[in-house]
């Protein structure tokens, strides 16, 4: 099962050179976060957005074309920022030298911390996800972009006689497959009680995997 490469999900942003400028701009963006999360995306409009920004609505096409474009962008930033925090806790150098099954632990409870970033703007990346191909693109670019840093430590681990896998590639996938399922359930649940006991029976379930 072979990893695809794909470049970070980044859009071109029209950012304003002033400074007053681009405060109206952010103000817009978080006035756009707090329709969103309250209203939804379908029943959010571009004049209930700029009504909360305190501006004008012609103002807020200056700055973006409607209401997908600013999702758009909310969003890329949201994939781009929990990317980079599970690649992080993925460096095969902070692996090496520790017990791999409490390096696990704290790998699935970083994984599931990533399901924390932007809550609100991560269940309507749901909502949108088979509705429009833009959208799951952002949602593969996560999975594209873990995947490839899990497969690099696996190898790493697997090279050290860590684990017992053969096939590093498809044990990524079903590694993060089987967390990324079970975090993004609890995040569309809004069950924040049943996260540390998922995080120990994940952890347990992965470990066995990869391990014993």
Known sequence: MAV???KNFVREIRVPQQARSRKTRARALDAAVACFEEL???E???AEIARRARIGVGTLYGYFRDKRDILLELLGETVNEIANYAIRELDPAAWHGNDPREQIRNLIDALFRTRRINPGMQRILWERYFKDPEFRSA????EQRVIAALVLLLESLRAGGLVR???STTAAFVVYSSVEWTASRLILAGDEAAVDRAVVATSDMVSRFLFD
């Open 139 to 142: 949602v593969q670019e996560i």
């Open 44 to 46: 959010t409009t571009t």
């Open 4 to 6: 695809a490469k794909k």
């Open 165 to 167: 896998i053969d096939d």
């Open 40 to 42: 939804g995306y379908d």
